[in-house]
């Protein structure tokens, strides 16, 4: 994990950006699309960034939904077509869990419509960071990444290039608002081993580029122990995947949906998740705090 080789190969290395410096005790919630809610699923990641700061207690909670935007277009369910509705399922879920800093990755799904879309992504963006002031929290605000080589994809260059201009459109948000610009477009994996289809990363991708995501939030630590972080990796996991039970639970449809007549009383059990993800803290921290022998 976090090979020091493959950093070099994975990031066109520019000056280290100031650091996004985390605070003891905070809560951070991750939005974003198919890479945000991918990532929970392996948690390279996330595990980066805790084995990275052990002296500090930070959560994570991941709110990714594959295939997003800033607007909830996928998030919709059964109220797709009702722009409102979508948009207060980012909203009301993450204002709920009283982030101190909230990770926004989006730009990747928007990028499809190309330069004549920009305006309104930008317009967008405002409009979701407008809704989160409530949270009072700090934000950093991701570039989508690149594309890469794929013998399933035709050549990424002209898809890049309409990416860089969302990158810029959020690197400029950004700047006005005074929020942390991460730039994830520098990560370039040119393996097609890294990725099934040359737009998401694989599990392998995720760990090669750990040090990379690291590196866009300014953090140019020394290697990290592979075998501790591995074990905080694997809480890591298994925490995610108890807290993406509590909030995406399957059966959702009738626990809280158009069919809660029919089980909606069932839905005081999504709170017996809770205990499972303060074990999976306990553990987490437990693991972080051994970081520093």
Request: glycine share 6%; charged share 25%.
């Amino acid at each position: 994990m976090f090979l020091s080789a493959a950093f070099a190969l994975l990031i066109a290395q520019p000056a280290a950006p100031k650091a996004f410096e985390f605070k003891d005790g905070d809560r951070v919630v991750w939005l974003g699309g198919t890479m945000v809610e991918r990532e929970q699923r392996y948690g390279y990641w996330e595990a980066a960034l805790i084995a990275a700061n052990p002296d500090k207690n930070v959560t994570f909670r991941n709110l990714g939904w594959s295939g997003d935007t800033v607007f909830g277009e996928a998030r919709g369910r059964f109220d797709f077509n009702n722009p409102a509705a979508c948009f207060k399922q980012i909203i009301e879920p993450t204002l709920a869990l009283k982030p101190t800093v909230i990770f926004i990755s989006y730009g990747t799904n928007e990028a499809f419509a190309g330069p004549n879309g920009v305006e309104r992504f930008t317009k967008g963006m405002n409009n979701l960071l407008n809704a989160l002031k409530p949270a009072n929290a700090r934000v950093v605000l991701f570039s989508p990444m690149r594309f890469f080589k794929s013998p399933s994809l035709p050549d990424p260059k002209p898809m890049n290039e309409k990416l860089a201009l969302y990158r810029e459109a959020i690197r400029d948000i950004a700047a006005k608002r005074e929020h942390y610009f991460a730039d994830l477009y520098q990560i370039h994996p040119d393996f097609s081993n890294f990725s099934d289809n040359g737009m998401h990363l694989n599990e392998k991708g995720y760990d090669q580029t750990a040090h990379g995501f690291r590196f866009a939030l300014g953090h140019e630590d020394a290697r990290l122990p592979t075998e501790k972080v591995e074990a905080i990796r694997k809480a890591v996991v298994a925490k995610n995947e108890q807290f993406f039970n509590k909030w995406r639970p399957q059966n959702e449809t009738y626990l809280t949906g158009f069919r809660k007549h029919e089980q909606g009383r069932n839905a005081k059990e999504m709170a017996e998740f809770d205990p499972f993800i303060a074990k999976g803290e306990e553990e987490i921290a437990k693991l972080r705090k051994e970081m520093k022998k």
